[in-house]
T-cell receptor, first 114, second 116 residues
Framework: NAGVTQTPKFQVLKTGQSMTLQCAQD?????MYWYRQDPGMGLRLIYY???????DKGEVPNGYNVSRLNKREFSLRLESAAPSQTSVYFC?????????????FGDGTRLSIL | AQSVAQPEDQVNVAEGNPLTVKCTYS??????LFWYVQYPNRGLQFLLK??????LVKGSYGFEAEFNKSQTSFHLKKPSALVSDSALYFC??????????????FGTGTLLAVQP
């Protein structure tokens, strides 16, 4: 079972470059999320999509955009990368209708901005 | 405001000894609490959750957590630690801001190190 798949696993960018992080889930989940993980700060929500066709800002949305392409896929775009966006990015999904179901996570994309 | 706090950055325990990883929460209304574990270079994995009912919740890999409403705590416990339990542990609370969603607010994480 693949679960949540993120691509790429690693990426190095130069300041000002753009990039799209891809995420796909095969669990027929309604809700999807993008987080960033930084040392000592836990996970912070960037954007989420409660259901196909909707997206909303999370705690730290500045510098990012998202697209819920279909029910399976939720991409995160950095239009002009900055060193402060160096982080590990995680995509997650959850059932949606049952608000107390856990989130399922991908293995992350490790992004360095030089 | 909704939040969770994990007061210990790291917990060290000897293999075979009981372990506790602490979490306190601040919510308006009923708390919906979760524990996740992260192994190196992997995503978070769900361990257990408290929604309602018994204060002692049992989860994966022999872990359990005790919900204490008066102390606003949700500590993770295991009777006998294994070296393979060494990982980063996150406490989380469901974020009810913005209506009915499944968003979570995570603590900063506690690194559990189990020595052989």
């Amino acid at each position: 079972n693949a679960g949540v798949t993120q691509t790429p696993k690693f990426q190095v960018l130069k300041t000002g470059q753009s990039m799209t992080l891809q995420c796909a889930q095969d669990m027929n989940h309604n809700s999807m999320y993008w987080y960033r993980q930084d040392p000592g700060m836990g996970l912070r929500l960037i954007y989420y999509s409660a259901s196909e066709g909707t997206t909303d800002k999370g705690e730290v949305p500045n510098g990012y955009n998202v697209s819920r392409l279909n029910k399976r896929e939720f991409s995160l775009r950095l239009e002009s990368a900055a060193p402060s966006q160096t982080s590990v990015y995680f995509c997650a999904s959850s059932e949606g209708q049952d608000l107390n179901q856990p989130q399922h996570f991908g293995d992350g994309t490790r992004l360095s901005i030089l | 405001a909704q939040s969770v706090a994990q007061p210990e950055d790291q917990v060290n325990v000897a293999e075979g000894n009981p372990l506790t990883v602490k979490c306190t929460y601040s919510v308006s209304g009923n708390p919906y609490l979760f524990w996740y574990v992260q192994y190196p270079n992997r995503g978070l994995q769900f361990l257990l959750k408290y929604i309602t009912g018994d204060n002692l919740v049992k989860g994966s890999y022999g872990f359990e957590a005790e919900f204490n409403k008066s102390q606003t705590s949700f500590h993770l416990k295991k009777p006998s630690a294994l070296v393979s339990d060494s990982a980063l542990y996150f406490c989380a609370v469901r974020d009810i801001r913005g209506g009915a969603t499944n968003k979570l607010i995570f603590g900063t994480g506690t690194l559990l190190a189990v020595q052989p």
